[in-house]
């Protein structure tokens, strides 16, 4: 299958890749898998006290539109509010990759991924805030 221009600079030239630690203050993390490859995505965000996205990180263990989507999302995300980023829609990525059909799940799990890091970031600042910690 030809991959478009976008995906290929994305895929061979990642942008943002690695991890934060994630108990730190403000970083949220989504683990996400596609049952129908068993490629996995790990983002991280990390949030400052304004709940704007100052940075976020990547780590992906899947194919090369997995990998163009994760990249792509943690540039979209920087700057945005936590709300704003939850907005984003995988037909977006898939549109600004041009992914064929048959890698749409690709960018399917880049939204899952952002929507589990943010909901990790709210549960752990609700923790915080009720003065007790998150269990293990
Ligand atoms: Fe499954 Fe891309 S994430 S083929
Ligand atoms: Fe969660 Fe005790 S409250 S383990």
């Not at 990180?57 to 509010?81: D, M, N, Q, R």
Request: glycine content about 8%.
């Amino acid at each position: 299958m030809a991959y478009n221009e976008k995906v290929i600079d994305h895929y061979e030239n990642p942008r943002n890749v690695g991890s934060f630690d994630k108990d730190e203050k403000g970083v949220g993390t989504g683990v996400v898998g596609a049952p129908a490859c068993g490629d996995v995505m790990k983002l991280q965000i990390k949030v400052n006290d304004q709940g704007v996205i100052e940075d976020a990180k990547f780590k992906t263990y899947g194919c090369g539109s997995a990998i163009a989507s994760s990249s792509l999302v943690t540039e979209w995300v920087k700057g945005k509010t936590v709300e704003e980023a939850l907005a984003i829609k995988n037909t977006e990525i898939a549109e600004a990759l041009a992914l064929p059909p048959v890698k749409i799940h690709c960018s399917v799990l880049a939204e899952d991924a952002i929507k589990a890091a943010v909901n990790d970031y709210r549960a752990k600042s609700r923790t915080a805030e009720a003065g007790y910690d998150v269990c293990k």
